[in-house]
């Protein structure tokens, strides 16, 4: 076998994996003329090993291949900042159209961004959630055209669900008072708005932070009252610890005992509470109450919810109520069907569902238009920044040209006008940051939805800036970028233009008409709200709301209301007071009717109002007459509205008479008056209504003022208010 006359291999590849490159040529130059020399005067086998000797020599560190040498990122860098501020500098207007579209964007997309995320948060406090369902029904009455949804369910439901079925863990009924009441410790009396009964075990079913007392049995006893640390505070502003055990007298002047007070609910809670009274208050034997309507199957009106055994499914379970409602409520079994809605689904997801009054609820609808609107504003804005960085080509050519030729790389260049649009989006971010505390309250206003600036700088929004800044700086940065930097120096040397040609223009294009498409869709949507809005400002209500002022007098100052309307009638702007029951949007309720020439029971919407209504209101009367001032006796007669008249097709209504579930014979129509809403125009339907004089239990005073001075009135109507 012939032998290579030439060097191993092995040894000179570790030497080039090891050595300096600007060393190895002479390395391995060396070992190759001494190895010859070697093999020519000692033979093969010597020359092998004096090689290899030889070459593991040379791994010593001075003959190491040193670190890589890398540009100067840092002068680099710097030389990007510089160019882009001057390039600012020096293109004042485009530098104002980009910073004011992407400032426009960003704090738009914060806004919305930190809003969903924050309504998402609701509820999220309470350990159990995941088991909690809220009851709800839809009532269908085929006779009547009903069909909607609703949460006022009665206080039997939830009960009779516990009692017999094994999936209900625990049931708890809660019924937010319609109006304000009067709480009086000593000498001092505060009127609250968010009293609600709920069950003894409201406390140990939702989680709210107990100051003072035990969750676990303070709403046990009747009249027993668990107040708010606010409440407390206003009720008991001296005291110096919790007023456990003290005195309160609330509705019916009965005297409550304060078994508790808890942390007001936090801001992300859809339950609106100043205080709890307890639910045996209101059982018949058992509380001073006594009130058989909340604790029987008729009367509707009260939130119920119920906890499902951990194996528990909710699907199942509801497919079992109809046969239950049969069972125990067979005059409504075909109209009320019982449903089931998680805890977390009932902020967003109850717009179609009536019946939430002293809950905050929220618009899933919402929640998707206003992120669909933070999105193409984003998008339009980087479009916009795309195509004006394009525009300014002709004059950035120059200096793509003089960079090639000096040696800078494509990929140099391309960082350079991303460095530029990632200064954009910083200083645009911080400039948000500074425009949505300046506009957050009247944003606050207009959404009707406290945001703190502090929820701004939670993880997720702080997140959100840097990836608006990343993401404004690949969207709109990387293709002009790529674009600018494209062109060889040949070409940039040749024209002068610096036009965009082959796919770059027809992208502009392409760019340009998504935008023009998206703002029209936008300014479309726009002109559509402000319709929207115009026709609630415009639409005829059926009664005249202007120069009307309504004052909510509560069950206590009722009593009061006689001498109250008295006084405010001294005044010469004040044309005509009216007290009810009943007011516009408020404090009417649906109970059942028999018509004359009606065989079924009719739901029908009930309104309590005394004689100086109409002329308050300036309702027309259409037939007949309505109540006379002074006459008590008008209670024995009922007015009706036009709806009214129309379902039951009557020609001539007047001496008609109707039977109403609480009294005990018909009574006749004496009058009948144009229709007007009582609801939000969400619901555009006006149902058969009856209106009955109530002149001894007011709850509401509506004071028609005159042209006069206003201010000067509503002063003294606050001045009158504070004397009694």
């Known amino acids: 076998m012939k032998l290579s006359p030439h060097p191993p291999k092995q040894p000179l590849k570790w030497l080039i994996r090891f050595c300096d490159p600007e060393l190895m040529e002479g390395i391995s130059g060396d070992l190759e003329e001494l190895y010859f020399e070697n093999l020519k005067d000692k033979g093969r086998v010597r020359a092998v090993l004096i090689y290899w000797f030889q070459s593991i020599g040379f791994v010593r560190g001075i003959f190491k291949k040193q670190p890589k040498r890398t540009s100067n990122m840092k002068a680099i860098w710097s030389n990007y900042l510089v160019t882009a ?31 969903i995320f924050d309504e998402l948060q609701f509820d999220g406090q309470h ?24 949460y006022d369910t009665s206080g039997m439901m939830g009960v009779t669900m516990k009692e017999e079925y094994p999936e209900v863990e625990d049931v708890c009924r809660m019924l937010p008072w319609w109006h304000p009441i009067i709480l009086t410790h000593d000498e001092t009396s505060i009127s609250s708005e968010g009293i609600h009964f709920a069950d003894a075990n409201f406390f140990e079913f939702f989680d709210f932070q107990t100051i003072a007392g035990d969750p676990a049995t303070f709403m046990e006893a009747p009249s027993s009252i668990v107040l708010t640390e606010s409440l407390t505070k206003r009720l008991f502003p001296n005291a110096s610890e919790a007023p456990l055990g003290k ?28 205080a709890f009274i307890s639910w045996s208050t209101t059982v018949p034997g058992v509380g001073p109450l006594g009130w058989e309507w909340i604790n ?16 528990a499914q909710p699907q199942p379970l509801v497919e079992k109520l109809p046969d239950m ?15 089931l809605q998680p805890l977390a689904d009932m902020h967003l997801n109850g717009e179609d569902i009536r019946g939430s ?4 609820s929220g618009s899933i609808t919402f929640i998707y238009t206003l992120g669909s609107s933070a999105f193409f504003v984003f998008l339009i804005a980087c479009v916009n920044y795309i195509n004006i960085s394009l525009s300014r080509a002709s004059r950035t050519h120059t200096e793509v040209g003089i960079r090639k030729v000096m040696g800078s790389t494509r990929h140099q260049l391309t960082g350079r006008f991303i460095s530029e649009t990632l200064i954009y989006s910083l200083l645009a971010s911080v400039l948000s940051l500074v425009l949505i505390y300046l506009l ?12 703190p600036f502090t929820a701004f700088f939670q993880p997720i929004s702080i997140t959100a800036i840097l990836v608006f800044i990343v993401i404004t700086g690949l969207i709109a940065g990387l293709y002009p970028a790529l674009i600018l930097s494209s062109p060889p120096v040949s070409s940039i040397l040749k024209s002068g233009s610096g036009q965009l040609t082959g796919s770059g223009g027809w992208i502009k294009k392409g760019l340009l008409t998504l935008q023009y498409t998206i703002s029209i869709f936008l300014i479309i949507c726009t002109f559509t709200v402000i319709k929207q809005i115009q026709f609630l400002q415009n639409k005829p209500l059926g009664f005249d709301k202007d120069q009307i002022m309504v004052l909510d007098i509560g069950n206590e100052v009722h009593d009061h209301a006689e001498v109250i309307q008295t006084a405010l009638l001294e005044h010469p702007n004040i044309l005509s007071i009216s007290k009810g029951t009943s007011t516009m949007g408020n404090a009417s309720y649906t109970s059942t009717s028999i018509p004359e020439g009606y065989t079924d029971e009719l739901n029908t919407r009930m309104f309590h109002i005394d004689q100086a209504f109409f002329e308050a209101y300036g309702i027309e009367t259409l037939h007949g007459r309505t109540y006379m001032i002074g006459s008590l006796a008008a ?28 009294e005990d014979q018909s009574l006749p129509v004496i009058g009948v008056v144009s229709d007007f809403h009582v609801h939000s125009l969400t619901t555009a339907t006006i149902e058969p209504m009856i209106l009955q004089l109530n002149t001894w239990n007011s709850w509401f005073m509506s004071i028609r003022i005159g042209t006069g001075d206003v201010l000067e009135t509503v002063e003294y109507v606050n001045d009158t208010w504070d004397e009694y």
């Not at 839809?138 to 055209?145: A, P, T």
Request: aromatic fraction near 12%; proline fraction near 3%; charge should be neutral.
């Open 85 to 115: 501020y001057r390039s600012m500098k020096r293109q004042k207007v485009f530098f104002a159209i980009n910073l004011v579209g992407l400032v426009t964007a960003i704090t738009c997309s914060l806004f919305a961004l930190v809003y």
């Open 127 to 150: 350990a159990d959630g995941n088991s909690i369902y809220r009851l709800y029904k839809r009532y269908i009455n085929v006779s009547e055209d009903i069909d909607h949804y609703t």
């Open 247 to 274: 005195k309160v007298i609330g509705i019916g002047e009965i005297e409550f005992t304060v078994s508790g007070v808890v942390k007001d609910p936090p801001r992300q809670s859809s339950f609106e509470f100043e």
């Open 296 to 311: 029987g199957w008729l009367a509707q009106g009260i939130y119920t919810f119920v906890k499902l055994a951990p194996d």
């Open 325 to 339: 409602m049969q069972r125990h409520f067979e005059e409504r079994a075909d109209q009320y069907f019982l449903m």
């Open 357 to 360: 009054e002293r809950m905050k």
């Open 440 to 451: 957050l309250p009247v944003t606050s206003q207009l959404s009707g939805k406290e945001l």
């Open 635 to 662: 209670s024995s007669n009922l007015i009706i509205i036009i709806a009214m008249m129309v379902f039951m097709e009557w020609e001539d209504p007047i001496g008609k008479h109707i039977k109403l579930a609480d």
